[in-house]
């Protein structure tokens, strides 16, 4: 059989890396887990819905399923430089590269915050560095 690795970057084969996520079949533990998912869901595309529905309700705001859908980037790869998880609270710093529609390459550095509703890892927000 054929392994197919995960776009995250984590070296696992996709189908028990980001597609459970992705499918539905299982929730994210971490919040590694989750900004690993979340990226293939942005790099594969087609995936909005999870996009939202592991967005938190506080601040997913008028997001909308089109917006998520967009495919005018191609996202290279993800590098997490690093992530702490306290509690019902987390946070992981990564950097993802991507082209735009011209073939341009971009770095989207971001700090990302989570939170942990019962049971349920979901996104905050993000703060931006795109200096680096």
Partial sequence: ???????????????????????????A???RQLVRSRYAA????????????????STAGNIKRAQLNTSEFRWDSLQILGYQQ???LGQVEFIARYKDAEGEDHIHHEISLF?????VWYYLNG?????R
């Fill in 86 to 88: 306290k509690g019902n």
């Fill in 42 to 57: 942005y790099a594969i595309g087609g995936h909005a819905e999870y996009l939202l529905q592991t967005w938190h309700p």
């Fill in 115 to 119: 939170q942990r509703l019962k049971g």
């Fill in 127 to 131: 703060q931006l560095d795109n200096q």
């Fill in 1 to 27: 059989m054929l392994m197919a690795l995960c776009v995250c970057g984590s070296k696992k084969d996709y189908s028990v890396c980001c597609k459970p996520f992705l499918t539905g079949k299982a929730k």
């Fill in 29 to 31: 533990r971490t919040v």
